[in-house]
């Protein structure tokens, strides 16, 4: 099929030394400031053409710190694909770098935020009902090529078959988690947050939260 354009988000934090914020308060004076237009300028610049998530996040990272010198002892770029993912609202790469270290070395939290399904699960299973879906999947240190849309992609293709084993978010999470971690030797380890909005009528939902290692699976 075509190639479409989608928009992203880049979100750059810098881990200031206290040093600055002395420095910068007591003399109000924009000099010993960081010019926050100018990294955003490089940044979107860098944004315009992209060979691939990590390579382009390195590249934001050296940028902001090339731009904040001796100020700045950590750098987190937060990447944001929110068409990524098929039935999520939004798709997340975070990368904190600390100082003098390669970002391309640094271990990844990649989060798939309100993946959204319908299914038949839980005892009152007379018919199916929204399931919010939150997953953080924490990659090792090191530079790793993990297809994300197709590991989710499988994933929910799996409850949807299954679903009639599901009488307990605790099995649908573990579900997730485990289906997760040994879809790649690159992920350490998941985080999952699943949420029945419509299960009881005075609350805002129930819902399960754990994490598992791939080791231990």
Same mark, same amino acid.
């Given at each position: 099929g075509r190639l479409h354009e989608q928009p992203i988000c880049i979100t750059v934090y810098l881990r200031l030394k206290p040093s600055f914020f002395e420095i910068s308060g007591q003399s109000?004076?924009?000099?010993?400031?960081?010019?926050?237009?100018?990294?955003?300028k490089a940044v979107s610049a860098l944004a315009a053409s992209y060979a691939d998530v990590r390579t382009l996040v390195h590249e934001v990272t050296q940028k902001a710190f090339a731009l904040a010198r001796e100020n700045?002892?950590?750098?987190?770029?937060?990447?944001?694909?929110?068409?990524?993912i098929l039935l999520a609202n939004g798709f997340e790469v975070e990368v904190i770098t600390p100082k003098g270290k390669d970002s391309l070395q640094q271990a990844a939290k990649v989060s798939v935020k309100d993946l959204v399904m319908l299914m038949l699960i839980g005892v009152e299973r007379l018919a199916k009902q929204k399931v919010i879906t939150n997953?953080?999947?924490?990659?090792?240190?090191?530079?790793?090529?993990?297809?994300?849309?197709? /590991? %989710?992609?499988?994933?929910? +293709?799996?409850?949807?078959?299954?679903?009639?084993?599901?009488?307990?978010?605790? &099995?649908?999470?573990?579900? /997730? %988690?485990?289906?997760?971690? +040994?879809?790649s030797d690159a992920i350490e380890a998941v985080t999952?947050?699943?949420? &029945?909005?419509?299960?009881?009528?005075?609350?805002?939902?129930?819902g399960v939260e754990t994490t598992g290692c791939h080791d231990v699976l």
């Open positions: 109000n004076n924009v000099i010993g400031s960081i010019h926050y237009g100018h990294l955003t700045v002892d950590a750098v987190c770029v937060v990447f944001s694909l929110p068409k990524q997953i953080t999947l924490y990659e090792k240190s090191g530079m790793h090529q993990v297809g994300y849309p197709a /590991i %989710i992609k499988q994933i929910v +293709l799996s409850l949807s078959i299954g679903n009639a084993a599901y009488l307990t978010l605790e &099995k649908f999470v573990l579900h /997730i %988690i485990r289906s997760s971690c +040994l879809a999952t947050r699943s949420q &029945k909005p419509n299960a009881l009528s005075v609350t805002h939902s129930s």
